[in-house]
């Protein structure tokens, strides 16, 4: 990264070594692109992604890395919805006006019997599991 986003070296309270530096670095030029970081820092994908699970501090800085590409792609959308895409207008807004009524519905009529299988997960799925213990 760059001075000017704080990064003086260290991420958090974990120094990270310079290999991991080096990599973090290609990964932003990289917009986070596995891969062509790896390549061009010549480090194994597999070491980035041991990097991943063993060291939070490289973890949080690779977390940084991605939301920094989609800051920046994020930015592209919004240039081609001034040029007037009418694709990116109607994406941004099904995704981001929702409250605001932009939703796409699709109706499905049908008649006759039907089954219907509810995959409930997470904390509704706990819920479920103390009623059903309660009976």
């Not at 974990?14 to 986070?32: I, V, Y």
């Not at 895409?85 to 409250?99: E, H, M, R, V, W």
């Not at 008649?111 to 479920?128: F, P, R």
Request: a negative charge; charged letters at 35%; proline letters at 1%.
């Amino acid at each position: 990264m760059s001075e000017k986003d704080g990064d003086n070296g260290t991420h958090g309270t974990t120094p990270l070594s310079d290999d991991q530096e080096r990599l973090l670095q290609a990964l932003f030029n990289s917009k986070g692109i596995v891969t062509e970081a790896c390549e061009s820092a010549d480090i194994g994908r597999s070491t980035h992604y041991r990097w991943m699970r063993e060291n939070e501090a490289y973890a949080e800085a690779y977390a940084s890395i991605e939301d920094s590409a989609i800051d920046f792609v994020e930015g592209k959308m919004f240039e081609r919805i001034e040029e007037g895409s009418d694709g990116l207008i109607k994406f941004y807004l099904a995704t981001k006006g929702k409250k605001r009524g932009y939703v796409e519905r699709t109706e499905v009529a049908h008649s006759g019997e039907a089954t219907v299988n509810v995959i409930v997960e997470g904390e509704a799925a706990d819920y479920l599991k103390e009623l059903e213990k309660e009976k």
